[in-house]
């Protein structure tokens, strides 16, 4: 990962995020589908505990909290944690890169590591496999990774950037190579996986329990402004996405897609 790139772009972005993203229309129900499943799948009695990896600005902490869980949230960006920590006193936010857990955490502290909405795919192949073999110490017997990562072949990235005439855009998910991204002038490579190849980084740990659609019917965020006042055609898309969540078809052609993992036996 490119640390430097990447905590500078998200620094800078920090004030904005909520704005750009958690607060849209579109990124409000992407983040209720991550919910549905969170609430319908996790109980605080079995799994009480939850180490959130990439945090952001606090939004999935502060949810999670609300239900129940004890959170301990984590981001690599100071100022995204200046944020969340701005909003309550009732998580413990520390300043730490999920490839660097083994360095903050005891062996077993936790029951869930949770991480929402692309932070993984900051890192490549080799990265996740580090941060699999780390999680799996930091777990509990039957712990659960549950991870929202961004597919490699979004429906609508592709059909928007070919119908504006930028076919490297709409093609750039599938290439199988790093893709340069850029927020507020700082440039940072992300990598999109499968859900195929993001299990198989945590194959020697983990079983894949489910996965699911974020985001098939629901746009991204960034085209928000043509569909936030479109509220009967989102709630729509929103169920569709419910209900068909689970289908192959949908999750490989989604935004993001869901993987839950549960720690294997030892």
Not at 8 to 21: I, K
Request: with cysteine.
């Amino acid at each position: 990962m490119n640390r430097s790139g990447t905590e500078a772009a998200f620094d800078a972005h920090a004030p904005g995020y909520d704005t750009d993203f958690s607060e849209t229309v579109t990124g409000r129900l992407q983040r209720d589908l991550v919910w549905h499943y969170l609430q319908h799948h996790l109980k605080p009695e079995t799994h009480p505990r939850v180490l959130e990896i990439n945090c952001g600005t606090g939004v999935d902490a502060l949810w999670l909290h609300s239900k129940g869980f004890t959170v301990t949230a984590t981001d690599l960006s100071a100022g995204m944690l200046a944020t969340a920590a701005a909003k309550t006193n009732a998580v413990t936010f520390i300043r730490c890169s999920f490839l660097e857990l083994e360095n903050q955490f005891e062996k077993e502290s936790f029951d869930v590591v949770f991480s929402n909405f692309g932070g993984l795919n900051c890192t490549d192949a080799a990265g996740l496999q580090k941060l699999a073999a780390t999680a799996a110490n930091l777990l509990r017997p039957g712990g659960r990774f549950i991870a929202i990562v961004m597919g490699n072949n979004c429906r609508w990235e592709t059909v928007y950037f070919n119908r504006k005439g930028e076919p490297e855009k709409a093609n750039r998910r599938a290439s199988g190579k790093p893709v340069e991204a850029e927020i507020d002038g700082n440039r940072f490579p992300v990598w999109y996986y499968s859900t195929q190849a993001f299990a198989a980084c945590f194959e020697k740990s983990f079983t894949l329990k489910a996965t699911r659609a974020i985001g098939w019917m629901l746009p991204p965020s960034y085209l928000d402004k043509a569909f936030r006042n479109k509220t009967f055609l989102l709630r729509v898309f929103y169920l569709l996405d419910r209900w068909f969540g689970k289908r192959v078809f949908a999750i490989n052609r989604a935004d993001h897609f869901l993987a839950d993992l549960v720690k294997k036996n030892r």
